[in-house]
């Protein structure tokens, strides 16, 4: 009996003990079961165990048990039970029936041990390895996974692996990885891997593998070395991605880049290249454009063009210019610019906006070659040409010079000459000294005529072959003065006014003796051709105009009528009044004085109601 109760002792301080009638009802709790339970033992004392369920166990298990026990067998297992508290805990738990004399059991004794602790270790455990378990699944999924044994012999490869590199598991287990070896990366390269992973190290980098079928793919991989109690590799997990397009994407972009530096390189070499920003500040030159405009780097970049503007073109043309690339539009066309040394040169140029998401321009980009030879040889043709064509006009006018003196010798001279043939054939025919006499005093005022006729071909000659007569800074008003003191005698008898407005124009530049010649054969016709019912009036006037000066002389005279006369106004020995010193001279010669100076004239007239004459001055004025 000592023996018994002994074990009794052994049994109630090493385990948690209950015993229950056939029915359940406790009727004994040791210490222990109270303390891990957390009632007091009368709490205990006639109730089931239903006062601890924790409800973690389904009915199915809970009937299992009882059937065990019910049936005199012992029952073993864990228990997951609840305190007063409502914490948990769990319970190794050995149930014995007492049997009676007819081998039914009257008692229940459980004898538990408290594995609480144990359990919540398993349940970390199992936490841990479900999410070991989750972690392996997502890597499995998304990621290539190769297992290798210190010397790198394959023993684990997962699908990923075997679908990028086209062998089964078969084929890769028991090889290593020079069976998908591209050959592409060097001894070195390998080398230095199996070196890091070899010390224990990650290794981290991009490779290049060769499948099963000979094509290459790229793989993103870091190799984990599984280190031993003696920090000794023992494996090596090799985690990879598949990163070959993005790698056919870089040696894409690669070949793009290179043929874009190719292309740079040769617009560089061949082209005249500056990029602005949108508000056309200068943000990057080439050498090229530093040459032709002998500015450097550093004096272009932050300025405009209009540094380099040399004032040949119009608003409007630059105007244009930046309207069509503001609107994202191309602009090619030819720029003449001025170097940083005042010399001008010329670019054939294209000019290409770049545009942002919204289609607007960011920045130009101006692409231009030097065209300055070119452009210079065709303002030599045009000189040529228009050299060319001066001449012809000189030729073409000397011609109609020629033709017109002919015409005016067959006409003026004709008539004198026959009429001295006729003297002298009568001179030669008459017998009598007295008549010889008589006709010779009629031969004089011929050959007088024929001189003075003579005099003013040559005298309009000179004046159309003098191309190069000096120009002189004439005041008008001083010529005039000079010119009026000649007539002051006419004008005192004639009672004329002489009305004078030069505001407009004070100053000509032409040649000082024709300008008086001019005025004076105006102012004389006015005068001798004055109308006989009425004061003469002479209005000299100035008009200033484009690059020309206008001078007009009005009268209020007898008028010429030039519905008749029209073509003979400047015609040589052409009058249009009867007047005993009208000779035809003056308004051919004034005509002739004019267009040497490459000026022009014309005239207004009515009859009986006077004329004005208008003369074109394409000289200089100030």
């Known amino acids: 009996m000592e023996k018994i109760a002994d074990y009794k002792y052994a ?44 409800g973690h166990h389904s009915k199915e298990f809970i009937k299992e048990l009882w059937t065990t026990i019910a049936n005199g067998k012992v029952w073993k297992g864990e228990l997951k039970n609840k305190a007063k508290d409502g914490t948990i805990y769990w319970v190794d738990t050995t149930i014995v029936p007492f049997l009676n004399s007819q081998n039914k059991p009257y008692q229940y004794v459980a004898i538990r041990s ?51 590199s086209k062998y089964s598991s078969k084929e890769l287990i028991g090889q290593d990885h020079r069976i998908i070896n591209s050959g592409y990366h060097s001894k070195e390269f390998i080398k230095e891997l199996w070196k890091t992973i070899a010390n224990g190290k990650v290794w981290k980098g991009e490779l290049k593998n060769r499948a099963k079928d000979g094509s290459t793919y790229w793989v ?19 985690i990879r991605s598949d990163i070959t397009e993005r790698k056919e994407g870089e040696e894409e972009l690669k070949k793009i880049l290179k043929e874009i530096s190719d292309y ?40 405009d063009h209009r540094i380099i503007n040399s004032g040949y073109h119009s608003k409007e043309f630059i105007k244009e210019l930046w309207k069509t690339i ?30 942002n998401q919204e289609n607007k321009p960011y920045q130009y980009v101006a692409i231009r070659s030097d065209i300055t030879e070119r452009k210079e040889g065709e303002e030599q043709i045009k000189l040529n040409n228009a050299k060319a064509i001066e001449h012809a006009q000189i030729l073409e006018l000397k011609n109609t010079q020629l033709v017109d003196f002919c015409n005016i010798v067959s006409h003026n001279l004709r008539a004198p000459l026959i009429n001295i043939s006729m003297l002298v ?16 005093t009629k031969i004089k005022p011929v050959v007088n005529h024929l001189m003075d006729v003579f005099n003013e071909l040559v005298e309009s000659i000179q004046i159309k072959q003098d191309t190069e007569i000096k120009a002189d800074h004439i005041i008008l008003k001083d010529c005039l003065e000079k010119v009026l003191r000649g007539f002051e005698t006419q004008i005192q008898e004639y009672d004329a006014t002489i009305q004078i407005d030069l505001q407009q124009a004070s100053t000509i530049y032409f040649p000082q003796k024709n300008i008086e010649s001019i005025l004076s054969n105006l ?58 010193d009208a000779k035809g001279f003056g308004l051919f010669m004034t005509k002739t004085q004019v267009e040497a100076m490459n000026g022009k004239i014309w005239a207004e007239s009515q009859p009986k109601k006077g004329s004005i004459f208008f003369i074109e001055f394409k000289t200089q004025t100030i």
């Open 264 to 303: 740079k390189y040769a617009l560089d070499e061949s082209a005249i290249v500056a990029i602005t920003n949108q508000k056309g500040f200068i943000t990057h030159v080439n050498d090229n454009f530093c040459k032709i405009s002998k500015y450097s780097t550093q004096e272009l970049i932050g300025q």
């Open 11 to 54: 049994l109630d301080e090493s385990s948690i003990i209950a015993i229950t009638n056939q029915k359940g009802i406790i009727s004994y709790v040791n210490d222990n079961f109270c303390n891990i339970s957390k009632y007091t033992a009368e709490e205990l004392i006639g109730q089931d165990h239903r006062i601890i369920n924790s």
């Open 220 to 238: 993103d991989t870091t190799i984990v070395p599984f280190l031993n109690q003696i920090g000794k590799p023992y494996q090596y997990i090799a």
């Open 114 to 164: 408290d594995i609480t602790d144990r359990k919540k270790g398993e349940e970390e455990l199992k936490k841990i390895l479900k999410e070991i378990s989750d972690y392996k699944y997502a890597l499995d999924e998304s990621a290539i996974v190769a297992i290798t044994n210190q010397k790198g012999v394959i023993t684990h490869v997962n699908d990923n692996f075997c679908k990028i």
């Open 425 to 440: 054939d009568y001179v030669e025919q008459s017998e009598e000294e007295q008549e010889r006499m008589e006709v010779l």
């Open 326 to 355: 503001a609107n994202g539009k191309v602009w090619k066309g030819e720029l003449k610019n001025r170097a940083k040394d005042g010399s001008t040169y010329w670019v054939d140029t294209t000019i290409v906006p770049f545009l």
């Open 523 to 580: 102012i004389s016709n006015a005068l001798k051709y004055k109308s006989p019912n009425r004061k003469p009036v002479i209005t000299i006037k100035t008009k200033k105009e484009l690059n020309s000066v206008v001078l007009s002389v009005a009268d209020n005279g007898l008028g010429i009528d030039l519905v008749l006369h029209k073509d003979q106004i400047f015609k040589i020995r052409k009058t249009f009044h009867k007047h005993p």
